[in-house]
Structures are given as structure tokens and as C-alpha cells.
């Protein structure tokens, strides 16, 4: 095949893939008596096994990971596999994390309340003030400063994420786990917003999950049959059901 032919099958241009073949996402092409490129089965194997592992680990995993396949070292290409995999298990247990909290989130959005300080805002929770400086350092809230005081001043955001931590903290989370999720809170613009996107994130989550599945499929067929040092019978058959 020559690079047109690679490239028209995946809707590429001829340069993606000679850029392919120079990142080593693509095994060396054989050159013809004019210096022409020419690619084979094996080409067209490791782009369609790269194409599979960049939804599931993303651009630049997947170029390591076909690098490493290329070089002949698989291990090396499942140690970054499983790098991602464990990233996704982390983002699975984030999610969890946050979608429980949100459900001891029962107080409405204090987002109009009014700027106050430490002790006002102390009192209203029934906590001390050194509860609140604890939180601070913990990252839960980062308070502004007053420039003619020094002191505390905290803004209806603020207030916000003092009230969600109090809740959270009632609930039983701890401080890394309320970080989490106020993090969210705040990328969303409030807790009732977090609900809603709640579902898209748990839908991001399950795709890439089924793309790591499919990837995964994509990589054993090129370990088998295309890979250096992994002939056909290198590998035992997998069992059918």
C-alpha cells in the first residue's frame, strides 16, 4: 500500500501518517526502488490498533504504547496500560465519592448570602473558629483577606463551601473526600448544577471503560500476529466459549 492507500481508509491525510510512522506509532515502511514508501498488513494492523487505544488512553499514551509494542517491548506497553486503567478506577471512585455526598447536600445553595466573617459564620455552624482556619488549610476554602485588618472575609461562594463542608462533615467524609467534591461543586457552579452533570460524567466514565475493552482487544491481535518477537503461536489461543 502506499501512504494514500493507509491513510483513505481512516479518512487521514498521507502526512498523518507519515507523521504516524516518525512518532514509531507505525513500524518502518519498506522503501521502493525510488525511495517511495510502501506499507503492508502489519502497517495497517498497528494504525487500527493505535486508532482503537487513543479513545481509551488517550493521544499520547497511545503513541508510547505503540512505541513500546513496536520496539518489542510489550511489557513496557502494559505497564502504560495499566497506568490509565488504574487512573480510570480513580475516577470511578471520585465519582462515587461525589455523587453520595450530593446526596447529603439537602440544604438549598447559599450563593446570595451575604460576606461575613470567621465568627459570624463560626457561630451560625456551631463550630469554632478553629474549625473553619482547620478547613482552610486543609483547602476546603480560601477566604479573602481584608487589606486594612488582615481579617477573614468570606464570600457568599465561600459561605457556600463552608455550609457544603459542614453538611459533608455531618455526613461522615473526610477532609480529602470534602475537598473532592467541593472542587466539583465549583467547576459546576453549585451544588444543584453538580447533580445535573453528575450523569454526564458517569456517562464519560462507562465510555472510556468500553474503549479501554475494545483497545485492549485491538492490542492482543497485534501482540499475536504483528509484533516484534510475537509470532502467531508465541501466545496461547484464546478459548472460545
Same mark, same amino acid.
Given at each position: 500500500?502506499?501512504?494514500?492507500?493507509?491513510?483513505?481508509?481512516?479518512?487521514?491525510?498521507?502526512?498523518?501518517?507519515?507523521?504516524?510512522?516518525?512518532?514509531?506509532?507505525?513500524?518502518? %515502511? #519498506?522503501? +521502493?526502488?525510488?525511495?517511495?514508501? *510502501?506499507?503492508?498488513?502489519?502497517? =495497517? !494492523?498497528? /494504525? @487500527?490498533?493505535?486508532?482503537?487505544?487513543?479513545?481509551?488512553?488517550?493521544?499520547?499514551?497511545?503513541?508510547?504504547?505503540?512505541?513500546?509494542?513496536?520496539?518489542?517491548?510489550?511489557?513496557?506497553?502494559?505497564?502504560?496500560?495499566?497506568?490509565?486503567?488504574?487512573?480510570?478506577?480513580?475516577?470511578?471512585?471520585?465519582?462515587?465519592?461525589?455523587?453520595?455526598?450530593?446526596?447529603?447536600?439537602?440544604?438549598?445553595?447559599?450563593?446570595?448570602? %451575604? #460576606?461575613? +466573617?470567621?465568627?459570624?459564620?463560626? *457561630?451560625?455552624?456551631?463550630?469554632? =473558629? !478553629?474549625? /473553619? @482556619?482547620?478547613?482552610?488549610?486543609?483547602?476546603?476554602?480560601?477566604?479573602?483577606?481584608?487589606?486594612?485588618?488582615?481579617?477573614?472575609?468570606?464570600?457568599?461562594?465561600?459561605?457556600?463551601?463552608?455550609?457544603?463542608?459542614?453538611?459533608?462533615?455531618?455526613?461522615?467524609?473526610?477532609?480529602?473526600?470534602?475537598?473532592?467534591?467541593?472542587?466539583?461543586?465549583?467547576?459546576?457552579?453549585?451544588?444543584?448544577?453538580?447533580?445535573?452533570?453528575?450523569?454526564?460524567?458517569?456517562?464519560?466514565?462507562?465510555? *472510556?471503560?468500553?474503549?479501554?475493552? =475494545? !483497545?485492549?482487544?485491538?492490542?492482543?491481535?497485534?501482540?499475536?500476529?504483528?509484533?516484534?518477537?510475537?509470532?502467531?503461536?508465541?501466545?496461547?489461543?484464546?478459548?472460545?466459549?
Amino acid at each position: 500500500m502506499r501512504p494514500v492507500d493507509l491513510a483513505r481508509e481512516h479518512g487521514l491525510s498521507t502526512q498523518a501518517v507519515r507523521n504516524y510512522e516518525d512518532a514509531g506509532i507505525l513500524p518502518p %515502511a #519498506e522503501r +521502493s526502488a525510488h525511495g517511495y514508501r *510502501r506499507y503492508g498488513p502489519r502497517h =495497517a !494492523a498497528a /494504525l @487500527r490498533t493505535f486508532l482503537a487505544l487513543v479513545p481509551a488512553h488517550g493521544h499520547a499514551t497511545a503513541t508510547a504504547v505503540m512505541g513500546a509494542l513496536n520496539a518489542g517491548e510489550p511489557g513496557e506497553a502494559l505497564r502504560l496500560i495499566d497506568g490509565s486503567h488504574e487512573q480510570l478506577a480513580a475516577d470511578r471512585r471520585t465519582l462515587d465519592e461525589v455523587a453520595a455526598a450530593v446526596g447529603h447536600l439537602v440544604e438549598a445553595d447559599p450563593v446570595a448570602a %451575604a #460576606e461575613t +466573617s470567621i465568627g459570624p459564620l463560626a *457561630r451560625r455552624l456551631g463550630v469554632r =473558629a !478553629a474549625t /473553619l @482556619r482547620a478547613w482552610e488549610r486543609a483547602g476546603l476554602v480560601a477566604p479573602a483577606r481584608d487589606r486594612r485588618t488582615g481579617y477573614r472575609v468570606y464570600a457568599p461562594a465561600d459561605v457556600r463551601d463552608v455550609l457544603l463542608a459542614h453538611q459533608l462533615r455531618r455526613g461522615g467524609y473526610g477532609l480529602e473526600q470534602i475537598a473532592r467534591v467541593l472542587g466539583r461543586v465549583r467547576e459546576a457552579g453549585g451544588a444543584e448544577p453538580l447533580r445535573a452533570a453528575l450523569e454526564g460524567w458517569r456517562e464519560r466514565v462507562t465510555a *472510556r471503560g468500553r474503549a479501554m475493552l =475494545a !483497545a485492549a482487544a485491538a492490542v492482543d491481535g497485534y501482540l499475536r500476529r504483528h509484533a516484534p518477537g510475537a509470532p502467531d503461536d508465541a501466545l496461547p489461543a484464546t478459548p472460545r466459549a
